[in-house]
């Protein structure tokens, strides 16, 4: 489903991605784990070319992310056509970034209507069902200020999965939770995984999540790999220096 | 305590004193001419002039923000081409005051003697006259005062879509919108709130800058008044008239700006535009809670 082939990403003179290469199957769950600044976000945000990367290549479902290959040469692909390979990934952000002059089921409603995807009434009857599945069937009418974090993340998991994306990529989902509405948040994307089977990559500190669902767990640091494997082989016995004393940290 | 306060009021006492005696001589000098103000006030070529006033206010304030919000998005645009174009335009019309480019405009004919629509560089034209007579000094005013505004009205609008969060960006062009349909349904309807306030402010202003096309001889409110006293040589009472009328005005929209920018200034951070009553009325109860603790 996704491939990365040594992704570089510069933010000017710093190298926040120095050769990252991965493989995601589809249905698989897999879990980015590491230390702030590590590169995991900023490589979650290349998936879906909310970022550029400087070279390597990056596919998703076979096809280039954001480029065009002509021979040997790249070119970018136009904004319009960008746009309508990113509606097939979903992303779930840190600090939700809802529609604030939206109300819950509008905000899930927007994209599939704006695009084109769905008529009204079927746009409102699959915003219902999603929102059903997030458990939010009685806020549809609330405008995101009135919900709790939580809330407000499960409305933006709803959102995303209004486009009905192949891949979901979610980038610390439950940072920015109080620790008591962490668990509701997980519960969705426990769900996601094993009732839908969604392909998900999960940026997240949550490691009894990582554990639990995840197929893969890859540990980051410094812009590039360190460790692939189970979460129960890289959980139980980390090889490296640098994952035995991340894991010692968080677990 | 009383002498505290002993040099409030030496200044209130002071600041009523001279407003009496301004107040006195308003009232008595005779070449004010206020019977002549009242005879005027209503008079039907003034309220056509207001009329004129109120047209030119409203026709290049639409020009304006139009044409601002197009180019704030321009001057945004990763293009730099695009974005340089739209910081030249501003540039250019904020640089050069806005009376130099009523009369540029009102001149026009002597610049391109016959204007034409069709394809340049020797291709058939499809349309073409008389430069004088499809540039009428209300269109001279028109393009003048809207085309000046819109440079102004586009930095108003960039701070707007400034101020809206970035991850707002982010999460629209991840759900697959285009720059323009976020920019559209996202971005924009958020900027608002920090959009309208010195629209407001914009449109007074206007109001009163557009006396300026007393100058190309088009009879808004102010040339309406030089004209009679042209006639009448009644100067000093037919200004009063028209500043009157302007007071007028200006008053009315400073109360609908007040009203509007209150709706706007509501919304706190968090808040969409559409608030409901009872959000409105929470969030007052919030504003007071915090404004009664210590």
Avoid at chain 2, 229 to 241: D, F, K, R, S
Wanted: one cysteine or more.
């Amino acid at each position: 489903m996704v491939r990365a082939e040594e992704v570089h990403k510069r933010f000017g003179r710093l190298e926040v991605l120095k050769g990252i290469s991965l493989e995601v199957q589809p249905g698989e769950v897999m879990c980015l784990l590491g230390p702030s600044g590590s590169g995991k976000s900023t490589f979650l945000r290349c998936i879906n070319h909310l970022e550029k990367i400087n070279s390597g290549r990056l596919y998703v479902d076979g096809e280039l992310v954001g480029y065009r290959q002509q021979g040997d040469k790249l070119h970018e692909l136009h904004d319009s056509e960008v746009a309508r390979k990113r509606a097939e990934i979903g992303m779930v952000f840190q600090r939700f970034n809802l529609f604030p002059h939206m109300t819950a089921i509008e905000n899930v409603i927007e994209a599939p209507l704006l695009l084109k995807r769905k008529t009204k009434a079927q746009a409102r009857q699959s915003a219902q069902q999603l929102l059903a599945l997030v458990g939010l069937s009685d806020r549809a009418d609330t405008y995101p200020s009135q919900l709790s974090g939580g809330q407000q993340q499960r409305v933006a998991i709803a959102r995303a999965l209004a486009m009905e994306p192949k891949l979901m990529l979610f980038d610390e989902p439950t940072s920015a939770l109080d620790p008591e509405l962490v668990g509701e948040v997980l519960d969705v994307m426990r769900r996601l995984a094993t009732e839908v089977g969604m392909t998900m990559i999960v940026v997240t500190h949550e490691i009894g999540f990582a554990r639990e669902v995840g197929d893969t767990v890859v540990f980051m640091d410094d812009g590039v790999v360190v460790e692939t494997g189970a979460p129960r082989e890289v959980f139980a016995n980390p090889r490296h220096e640098r994952t035995k004393a991340f894991l010692s940290k968080v677990l | 305590m009383p002498v505290r306060h002993s040099g409030r009021w030496v200044v209130a006492v002071v600041v009523a004193f001279l407003l009496v005696v301004i107040v006195h001589s308003v009232a008595t000098n005779p070449r004010f001419g206020w019977g002549t103000v009242g005879h005027y006030l209503f008079s039907s070529r003034i309220l056509h002039g207001l009329l004129v006033t109120l047209e030119l206010t409203a026709v290049s304030m639409a020009i304006g923000i139009v044409l601002g919000i197009v180019l704030a998005v321009m001057r945004l645009s990763p293009n730099p081409l695009v974005a340089g174009a739209s910081g030249f335009y501003i540039w250019f019309f904020r640089g050069t005051p806005v009376l130099v480019q009523i009369l540029f405009w009102s001149f026009i004919s002597a610049l391109y003697p016959k204007l034409s629509l069709g394809i340049p560089f020797g291709g058939p034209e499809l349309v073409h006259g008389n430069a004088n007579s499809i540039i009428t000094p209300f269109l001279a005013a028109i393009l003048a005062l809207g085309l000046n505004e819109a440079a102004y009205m586009a930095e108003i609008v960039r701070a707007g879509i400034i101020s809206v969060d970035e991850g707002q960006t982010d999460a629209a062009s991840a759900l697959g919108m285009t720059r323009l349909q976020t920019m559209r349904r996202i971005v924009l309807p958020q900027a608002m709130r920090v959009i309208i306030p010195p629209t407001g402010n914009e449109t007074i202003s206007m109001l009163k800058t557009t006396s300026l096309v007393s100058v190309i001889a088009y009879p808004e409110l102010l040339y309406s008044a030089q004209l009679i006293y042209a006639v009448n040589y009644l100067q000093i009472p037919l200004l009063l008239t028209a500043s009157i009328w302007y007071l007028v005005v200006t008053t009315i929209l400073s109360i609908g700006q007040y009203y509007i920018e209150r709706h706007y200034g509501r919304g706190a951070s968090s808040r969409g535009n559409e608030t409901t009553l009872l959000q409105r009325w929470r969030s007052g109860l919030m504003i007071r809670h915090e404004g009664a603790a210590p």
